[in-house]
């Protein structure tokens, strides 16, 4: 039963959030229940299908195999985060431009994953990003049309850097 | 149509989806999003066996008001399925099980809490007193030799047997060439990404059940959950907001949702479930488990002259609201002579109750099982005859000149060049190249193959269709208002739900075909049965075609109206008046819809007499003729096994379709990928494995394989385009093709493969083990 409790303070989408919450609360369901960042989504709930995808501490890790109190001190973004710095906003427009989602239910954790390819900024093929891709289910698209957003993105990113 | 020339929004144009920009910024809203204050979890106790007699349950002291059972339900309906089809037998399929359970994971009770937590909590502290009976699981036993009887009055574990034939099969009995095969698609899940989930409140305003649910079918389910709760349908209002994928699995009613609802009416708080993933592995609609024996009978250069075939599919336990499983084998057996001439054909079909969960409607229905049949049965002729089973594939099919064509199983084909889909997917994959490499020893230690199969797809149907079916209910037309705010924008309320086919966005471009209104001026709203007319929702392939029609319908009302209004202000007759860019036109001028709709709400002073104010229109759409129309296509895959450890990999992988005209190309090429992703999950990857207890051993995505980026190569899409003759704007339908043909032509591309030692690949998925199994039974070997 949940009689244990802590407080904890951590960095969310960039302002400071303290909460009281139950020891086995996991991060996702705090992040979504207690502040409302209902981006991030339940899947599967046990770390394959990587909808619950967030950024912590610049690293992507599932949500839902984490506990609200190990993220204590964290900093934490989501795909709300990631939307309202820009960061994304040219691999959501390829998702757009290349119809890379369609029920939209895996999308927020596809952006989040696809993003820490992106920031590598190192040219990649197809397979390469396939395979960074692979630990994030899409049941809709068939991944093709993922693939095209974030290979695009890259190549765009990358002539802008040179 | 609007007079205009711009085709840039329209019918045909490959316009980006208006959802998008939510989705990506992650403010769809799913059920599990909604938050109303004070709601509380249900979590279920679920039964731990396949089957046995259910006794007490044991709940803690003091924790009797947190746990319903089905004695806690007495204004519950038990859901009772009864087609119009002869012989089939009807069971009450209580949401809560009253005296036998007959699945692992049926719902025994449900326990309430504060968080999903807390309700769990107390479902592990209860109790269920189960005597354990037989199991049974293959549903070929279950009807031949059974242990046990899952519903004892009916004397036997077969929902119905029927027999579908035409032609003369005992006139070909002596044929030159007799091939017999066996072939089993096993058990799947549905597995959208989103699970079921479902949240009820009474809303005491408004003196409504107002229920949020992740469904494809918002008001068959008001329809659904009015029946079974005894609650009258304008007490009832459901809201199916973003739905994160449904692909059939969200298209039945399920006992989770009507104990939720029955629950928020008893308690007058706000109930939610949400459904985990070993729930839905365990307790949501399951696939597909279709077991085949295919007979057909060949002349020597391999054209078929009939097919004789019995089909057995498991249904498990219960049939489900509103069809029940009957049309899984009917659908099937009518398709099993494929796109091909074939005169002669019977199949004896069984569909049969078993210890699992019940059998759903999962994209393709019944057709990605008649397809693997028949797609492998042409192969295993062609290859008995010595042939290339491209040339007898193409030689056995209904060629173009012969269309329109009845098949032998009752299916109107409208029209298309079936034999040039298959030329053309054949050159897409480089077919003679991979003939003239397989000669040689692959140069990487693996065994390559090449495999095609073709299939048709009935979408659209109307009453006709549903009626021979025998269904309860017949999804035979859609519905739409158009409705033009007094500013000229014009919002869409459609009876159908879009959960990733962007109707959202497809809608607008049809009502923008009818009125030149901008995309960016419309609002397509559905999933809401307070807002939109009755409708049935998504599924079937229809929604393009049946709303979209029923959109164009009210919008040419609209339109009728505001000529009227706009040749008296532009002194001229209403046929003079053309729309274009948002504007009516003449040839002495133009006035902007906006300008239009602003007399018709605002300004009655400026309407021609005879002209009532306000623009709405509400308007149902059914195809000219009923049977459907028919989309058809040709998949080609080419693998390389592994024969020491039997890994496939796909290679190359081409889809060569005709769905008629196309209202949006980019979003088309989307639902074919998709769909093919499904059936290669089908065909490799995917199975709902259960042990001989009827114990689910497939109950977390570790065990339960979808297929990833890594699994599924870029998919290559060749069109033709066959406009249908009788749906509006030539239309067709195409959701659900693109599953149907992978577990056939990767089979195919197997065999292929393997065709020096005669292995066969006819059970999926091919997984490594089963792909060393056909290596080690070969004839050859």
């Known amino acids: 039963m949940s009689d244990e409790t802590k407080t904890i303070t951590l960095t969310v989408n960039g302002e400071s959030v303290t909460k009281l919450v139950d020891a086995r609360t996991h991060l996702v369901d705090f992040l979504r229940g207690e502040l409302g960042l209902t981006g991030s989504h339940l899947g599967c709930e046990h770390g394959i299908c990587g909808a619950c995808s967030v950024r912590l501490d610049g690293d992507v890790v599932r949500g839902c195999l984490m506990l609200a109190i190990q993220a204590d001190g964290a900093s934490i973004e989501t795909v709300e985060g990631l939307t309202a710095s820009g960061e994304v906003a040219d691999l959501q427009e390829n998702f757009v431009e290349r119809d890379a989602l369609q029920c939209g239910f895996c999308t927020p954790g596809m952006l989040i994953t696809a993003a820490e390819l992106l920031r590598e900024a190192a040219p990649k093929t197809r397979e390469e990003i396939r395979e960074f891709l692979s630990g994030n289910y899409c049941r809709c698209t068939g991944y093709h049309a993922i693939v095209d957003a974030v290979e695009t993105t890259l190549t765009q990113r990358l002539e802008k850097s040179s | ?781």
């Open chain 2, 1 to 781: 149509m609007a007079n205009s020339e711009d085709k840039g929004f329209g019918v045909g144009a490959a316009l980006p989806r208006k959802e998008d920009k939510r989705l990506l910024r992650g403010k769809g809203m799913y059920v599990a999003d909604v938050d109303i204050p004070g709601t509380l979890d249900v979590a279920f106790l679920r039964s731990a066996h396949a089957h046995g007699r259910l006794g007490g349950i044991e709940i803690p002291e003091g924790m009797e008001d947190r746990v319903y059972t089905a004695a806690d339900l007495t204004r519950v309906n038990p859901v009772r399925v009864e087609p119009s089809v002869p012989g089939f037998k009807p069971a009450d399929h209580h949401p809560l099980a009253t005296d036998k359970v007959r699945f692992a994971g049926e719902c025994i009770a449900a326990c309430l809490g504060a968080n999903r937590a807390e309700a769990e909590d107390l479902a592990d502290a209860l109790i269920a007193d189960i005597e354990e009976l037989p199991a049974l699981h293959d549903p070929v036993a279950a009807r031949e030799d059974p242990p046990a009887l899952l519903h004892e009055e009916w004397g036997d574990n077969v929902y119905v047997q029927l027999d579908i034939s035409g032609g003369d099969i005992d006139s070909v009995r002596d044929a030159p060439i007799v091939v017999t095969r066996d072939y089993r698609m096993n058990r799947q899940s549905i597995a959208p990404l989103e699970p079921r989930a479902v949240l009820a409140h009474w809303d005491a305003r408004a003196e409504e059940l107002v229920v949020y649910l992740s469904t494809q079918i918002p008001h068959l389910m008001r329809t659904g959950l009015s029946q079974m709760l005894n609650l009258p349908s304008h007490q009832l209002r459901i809201i199916a907001p973003d739905v994160g994928g449904g692909f059939g699995g969200k298209a039945r009613l399920m006992p989770e949702e009507i104990v939720v609802c029955a629950i928020a009416l008893d308690t007058g708080k706000p109930v939610r479930w949400l459904e985990d993933r070993r729930e839905h592995l365990m307790a949501a609609p399951q696939a597909r488990e279709h077991i085949y024996r295919v007979t057909a009978y060949a002349d020597s250069d391999g054209i078929i002259q009939g097919i004789d075939a019995e089909l057995t599919v498991n249904a498990g336990a219960y049939a489900l609201w509103h069809s029940g499983p009957f049309m899984e084998t009917g659908m099937a057996a009518r398709n099993l002579t494929g796109p091909y001439h074939i005169e002669n054909m019977r199949c004896r079909t069984w569909t049969v109750a078993t210890n699992k969960p019940p059998l759903g409607v999962y994209r393709g229905v019944a057709r990605p099982g008649a397809c693997f049949a028949i797609e492998r049965t042409i192969d295993a002729v062609a290859r008995a005859v010595g042939r290339d089973p491209l040339d007898v594939r193409m030689a056995n099919m209904v060629p173009a000149e012969q269309m329109p064509y009845e098949a032998v199983g009752g299916m109107k084909f409208d029209n298309g060049d079936y034999p040039e889909s298959v030329r053309r997917a054949a050159e897409m994959v480089g077919y003679d190249d991979i003939r003239a490499q397989q000669g040689g020893t692959a140069v990487d230690g693996r065994v390559w193959g090449v495999g095609l199969s073709s299939y048709t797809e009935q979408t659209a149907h109307g009453a006709a269709e549903w009626t021979r079916r025998g269904s309860p209910i017949i999804p035979g037309y859609e519905s739409a208002t158009a409705r033009i705010n007094p500013d000229g924008t014009l919002v869409l309320l459609v009876g159908i739900h879009s959960h990733g086919q962007g109707m959202e966005t497809t809608l607008a471009q049809v009502a923008h075909e009818e009125l030149s209104i901008h995309p960016d001026a419309i609002t397509v709203k559905f999933g809401d049965t307070a807002i939109s007319p009755f409708g049935f929702g998504t599924f079937a392939s229809r929604s393009m075609v049946m709303s979209g029609g029923a959109v164009s319908n009210a919008c040419i009302v609209l339109r009728e109206k505001l000529a009227a209004i706009a040749a008296h202000h532009l002194q001229c007759t209403t046929e003079q008046v053309r729309f274009a860019d948002g504007e009516a036109q003449s040839d002495g001028g133009s006035i902007p819809i906006a300008e239009l709709a602003r007399i018709a709400h605002l300004r009655q002073d400026g309407l021609p007499d005879g002209v009532d104010p306000t623009l709405d229109a509400t308007a149902t759409y059914e195809p000219d003729e009923s049977t459907g129309v028919f989309s058809y296509a040709t998949h080609a895959a080419v693998v390389a096994v592994d024969p020491h450890s039997g890994a496939v990999e796909l290679v190359d992988y081409a889809v060569v379709e005709d769905c008629g005209n196309v209202v949006n190309p980019m979003i088309v090429d989307g639902q074919i990928v998709g769909g093919v992703a499904q059936g290669i999950g089908t065909a490799l990857y995917e199975e709902s494995v259960y042990d001989t207890n009827g114990q689910p051993l497939s109950t977390t995505f570790a065990d339960y394989l979808l297929p990833g980026a890594t699994e599924i190569p870029d998919i290559k899409i060749g069109h033709m385009v066959t406009p249908a003759t009788f749906t509006r704007f030539g239309l067709k339908g195409m959701g659900e093709g693109g599953a149907i043909a992978p577990p056939a032509a990767i089979g195919n591309a197997l065999s292929d493969a393997f065709a020096a030692i005669g292995a066969e690949f006819n059970e999926t998925p091919y997984t490594p083990r089963r792909v060393l199994d056909a290596l080690e039974r070969a004839p050859k070997a």
